[in-house]
């Protein structure tokens, strides 16, 4: 995909990798629509602010109508509460599914017939290392992650005759305010990790592994659980 004056949705847009991926697609001269449950929180200069929390339906159906020129979705909104999933608060896992995983299915359902309608585009859904690796005390995060992989896959097959292309990012520890007690020489920084991104799309990559970590665990899929 060209990303050279398209038109893109940036949930979670306000800080982190969001603000990072809104700034780089305004550089390579698209359209951006940073999307934030509190608008008022975009900084962007040239970004149009948008609302759109990804948990409230009508919230969502109304940036859908506003972003009606939209030819690229990006799910980044995202949360981990580091709940574990045999002694954690059940609302707190709950909570996790409908951001990491609900959210993004009901932002691209959304959306998608605007894309469509605009002759196509994309998709970029994203996800994590933990998606396939699956720590006891991230366990809620790492379930709806692995839950948004699969949702990604099914979705890929079922837009692909409506010309639009849907592509996973994967990733380890950033250096944002999610990964703020991780130490700093095992985390990548988000502008990377955003340039990455960015030309996946243009590839029309269906996954990005965004570090070197995340692309072992991938070539690791195939050995005995603990192997990886």
Known sequence: ????????????????????????????????????????????????????????????????????????????????????????????????????????????????????????????????????LHPADLGAYAAAKAAAWALTGAVREELAPRDITVSALHVGYMDTDMAVGVPAHQKTAPAEVAAQALAGIERGLPEILADETTRHVKRSLAASPNAA
């Open 1 to 132: 995909m060209e990303l050279k004056d398209a038109v893109a949705v940036v949930t979670g847009a306000n800080r982190g990798l969001g603000r990072h991926l809104a700034a780089q697609l305004m550089e390579r001269g698209a359209k951006v629509y940073a999307a934030a449950r509190r608008p008022e929180t975009v900084d962007l200069p040239g970004a149009v602010p948008l609302r759109l929390d990804v948990t409230d339906a009508e919230s969502i159906r109304a940036a859908a109508r506003t972003a009606s020129d939209v030819t690229l979705l990006v799910n980044n909104a995202g949360i981990s509460t580091g709940t574990p999933l045999m002694t954690g608060s059940p609302d707190m896992v709950r909570l996790e599914m409908e951001v990491n995983f609900f959210g993004p299915l009901a932002v691209t359902r959304a959306f998608a017939p605007v894309i469509e309608s605009n002759g196509g585009g994309a998709v970029l859904n994203v996800l994590s290392v933990l998606s396939w």
